[in-house]
């Protein structure tokens, strides 16, 4: 008669010294180390003792689990010493999805990452003099190229500069901390944005030193406004971009060449927080209400701040483009040095930006995704709908959907697309969710209205096999 207590289930488990003996942990034990390799089984035999615990096995479950062991403790091993950053497909829709890692990188990106970085570079050496060079020379080149014509701002042609920093809130600060300490900056109340992450803009603003005053109201504000509230001690008008929100209805906003004239008439430097920082003019692919940064740069704007992984679609990193002069005197901020960017950085930047002079626009991912067209998008749905007629229990549908840009980007803007409608009955959404989470190359989709919604969007076209053979198994589930 096979035993039913707990404590005759407890004798069953096998000891930690047993399981290191067995041959077919010998490998592994010489591969990741006697040490690892016991803490891997303590933790299976450690989460088989509480679910007997719990009450959650039987005997035979229990003896069905102990048979196996060797590859729970495999399983286990690699979890541990695996890498925890891993890539995923983004099934999702959102373009520049923050928690997957916002823009994924062009391939060239890559290429001259490990091209400059798997050996040394002349990341800050000047190889025609031998002297010591400046690290953003290798992106301001390209700069310059994107920006030529902004850099005539209608007025004056003015030479321009860009110095690159990790991120945006960095750049905004660096801004604010350089050109406005211990002084006035003055913005809308409209524009006092929180972004992901707690970013403020007066949290940062009083990080820098900066010292905020607000005007207007929340729905309305007038370059009067701006006007009435500089003094002897303003130094800053900042205009933030509403990247990820709109106010409508009762609305009223300067336009960006009020606030230019204004700047000059005064003497005052105007910064432009444009965030997810647009070089292609996004209304070819059917977005509006995002300026580009060489548009801002025209109009007369002395310094733009914007992010390298939204629109941009390269990697993280945060730009300040503007008048020469304000820009040297950013670099020769102390802290300058704190915030800049490594040499991994500088390679994909600069392979990015080569993208866009070039005019190779479906070299970066992120454009590409965007340039998708909805029928494009149906025929890779349907293709996969087809497959899966004769998964068991499994049912796919084609709908019609929107996918986003994400990223605090073009919030009121989305894109046609085609979803792939999938309802289980065998399973939750959830548990199909989990499902493909728990694959090799987890897949992250999303739920609504009880289905779960894979957009082709976002999925490069190679990962299409790897989304038909998870929901191949998930008939099983």
């Given at each position: 008669?096979k035993?039913?207590?707990k404590?005759?289930?407890?004798?069953?488990?096998?000891?930690i010294?047993?399981?290191?003996?067995v041959?077919?942990?010998?490998e592994?034990?010489?591969?990741?180390?006697?040490?690892?390799?016991?803490?891997a089984?303590?933790?299976v035999?450690?989460?088989?003792?509480?679910?007997i615990?719990?009450?959650?096995?039987?005997?035979?479950?229990?003896?069905t689990?102990?048979?196996?062991?060797?590859?729970?403790?495999?399983r286990e091993?690699?979890?541990t010493?695996?890498?925890s950053?891993?890539p995923v497909?983004?099934?999702t829709?959102v373009?520049l999805?923050?928690?997957l890692?916002?823009?994924?990188?062009a391939?060239t990106?890559?290429?001259?990452?490990?091209?400059?970085s798997?050996?040394?570079?002349?990341l800050?050496?000047?190889?025609?003099?031998?002297?010591?060079?400046?690290r953003d020379?290798h992106?301001?080149?390209?700069f310059q190229?994107?920006f030529?014509?902004?850099?005539?701002d209608?007025?004056?042609p003015?030479?321009?500069?860009t110095?690159?920093?990790?991120?945006?809130?960095?750049?905004?600060?660096?801004?604010?901390n350089?050109?406005?300490?211990?002084?006035?900056?003055?913005?809308?109340?409209?524009?006092?944005v929180?972004?992901g992450?707690?970013?403020?803009?007066?949290?940062?603003?009083?990080?820098?030193?900066?010292i905020?005053?607000?005007?207007?109201?929340t729905n309305?504000?007038?370059?009067?406004?701006?006007?009435?509230?500089?003094n002897?001690?303003?130094?800053?008008?900042l205009?933030v971009?509403?990247?990820?929100?709109?106010?409508?209805g009762f609305t009223?906003q300067?336009?960006?060449?009020?606030?230019?004239?204004?700047?000059?008439?005064?003497?005052?430097?105007?910064i432009?927080?444009?965030?997810?920082g647009?070089?292609?003019?996004?209304?070819t692919?059917?977005l509006?209400?995002?300026?580009?940064?060489?548009?801002?740069?025209?109009?007369g704007?002395?310094v733009?701040?914007?992010?390298?992984?939204?629109l941009l679609?390269?990697p993280?990193?945060?730009m300040?483009?503007?008048?020469?002069?304000?820009?040297?005197?950013?670099?020769?901020?102390s802290?300058?040095?704190?915030?800049?960017?490594d040499?991994?950085?500088?390679?994909?930047?600069?392979?990015?930006?080569?993208a866009?002079?070039?005019?190779n626009?479906?070299?970066?991912p992120a454009?590409r995704?965007m340039?998708?067209?909805?029928d494009?998008?149906?025929a890779?749905?349907?293709?996969?709908?087809?497959?899966?007629?004769?998964?068991e229990?499994?049912?796919?549908?084609?709908?019609?959907?929107?996918?986003?840009?994400?990223?605090g980007?073009?919030?009121?803007?989305?894109?046609p697309?085609?979803?792939?409608?999938?309802?289980?009955?065998?399973a939750t959404?959830?548990?199909?969710?989990?499902?493909?989470?728990s694959?090799?190359?987890?897949?992250?989709?999303?739920?609504?209205?009880?289905?779960?919604l894979?957009?082709?969007?976002?999925?490069?076209?190679?990962?299409?096999?790897?989304?038909?053979?998870?929901?191949?198994?998930?008939?099983?589930?």
């Open positions: 008669m035993a039913t207590s404590a005759d289930l407890y004798r069953q488990l096998p000891s010294d047993e399981l290191l003996k041959p077919a942990l010998a592994a034990s010489s591969l990741a180390g006697h040490s690892a390799l016991a803490d089984a303590r933790a035999v450690e989460r088989l003792r509480s679910e615990n719990r009450g959650d096995v039987d005997a035979q479950q229990v003896e689990a102990i048979s196996s062991i060797a590859d729970a403790i495999g091993l690699n979890k010493l695996g890498f950053l891993r497909i983004n099934a829709g373009v999805h923050t928690n890692g916002r823009a994924p990188l391939g990106g890559i290429e001259n990452i490990q091209r400059t798997e050996g040394y570079s002349n800050e050496l000047d190889l025609t003099s031998g002297e010591r060079g400046k020379i992106v301001e080149r390209l190229k994107l030529a014509d902004a850099a005539a209608g007025q004056t003015r030479q321009l500069s110095i690159v920093v990790n991120n945006n809130a960095a750049a905004v600060w660096l801004a604010l350089t050109l406005a300490a211990r002084c006035e900056v003055i913005v809308s109340r409209g524009e006092l929180e972004i992450g707690s970013f403020r803009i007066p949290d940062v603003m009083a990080q820098s030193n900066g905020l005053r607000e005007v207007g109201t309305r504000t007038r370059v009067a406004d701006y006007e009435n509230a500089v002897e001690n303003t130094r800053v008008l205009r971009h509403r990247s990820n929100f709109q106010i409508t009223e300067p336009a960006l060449e009020e606030l230019v004239n204004l700047a000059r008439a005064r003497n005052l430097v105007l432009e927080d444009l965030g997810s647009a070089i292609f003019d996004l209304r692919v059917g509006a209400g995002e300026s580009t940064v060489a548009a801002s740069l025209h109009a704007v002395d733009v701040t914007y992010s390298g992984d939204k679609g390269g993280q990193a945060g300040l483009t503007g008048t020469v002069s304000l820009i040297q005197r950013m670099r020769s901020n802290l300058f040095r704190a915030l800049r960017v040499k991994l950085t500088h390679s994909a930047l600069e392979a990015t930006l080569l866009y002079v070039k005019g626009y479906d070299a970066i454009l995704m340039r998708i067209t909805r494009q998008i149906s890779r749905a349907e293709t996969i709908a087809q497959q899966l007629e004769t998964v229990g499994l049912t796919a549908k084609i709908a019609d959907g929107d996918s986003v840009i994400g990223g980007a073009a919030p009121s803007s989305t894109l697309t085609r979803l792939l409608a999938l309802t289980s009955a065998h959404p959830d548990r199909l969710m989990a499902h493909l989470r694959q090799v190359v987890p897949i992250i989709a999303r739920v609504q209205d009880g289905r779960v894979i957009d082709l969007r976002t999925v490069f076209p190679d990962q299409d096999a790897l989304i038909l053979a998870a929901l191949q198994s998930a008939g099983r589930l």
